[in-house]
């Protein structure tokens, strides 16, 4: 099974609410990447093992096609917002979102 047909298969609307409640509703700055599609992207990292973030925003830089996979349309984040990422959702969020996922996936067996 390809990366593309994997990511795309999961259901990622029942962790969207939690990992949109990491962000500012208000205020300065920049409008997000969307929360899911930066998870796709964690995803993909540790599928292709990537090992590094800044190997990461590489990747998806040159490989349109995994950055359309992850939904990312014309500009990619760099590796200092997939760290970010990654600390705003803490450990608690990584093992509520594996938790999430494992749990559709054992669903989808039944």
């Not at 998870?39 to 540790?46: E, I, S, V, W, Y």
């Not at 349309?73 to 990584?94: A, I, N």
């Not at 509520?96 to 067996?109: A, D, G, I, M």
Request: charged share 30%; with cysteine; net charge positive.
């Amino acid at each position: 099974m390809s990366i593309k047909r994997v990511l795309c298969s999961l259901n990622l609307g029942c962790i969207r609410g939690f990992l949109t409640s990491l962000y500012h509703k208000t205020g300065a700055g920049r409008k997000p990447y969307d929360p899911v599609s930066m998870l796709k992207a964690q995803l993909l990292k540790h599928l292709l093992r990537v090992p590094s973030d800044r190997r990461l925003a590489l990747l998806l830089k040159r490989n349109r096609k995994a950055a359309k996979a992850c939904g990312f349309k014309r500009k990619t984040p760099s590796h200092g917002l997939f760290t970010q990422f990654r600390h705003r959702l803490g450990r608690d969020g990584y093992e509520k979102v594996f938790s999430l996922l494992l749990k559709q996936l054992s669903n989808r067996e039944e």
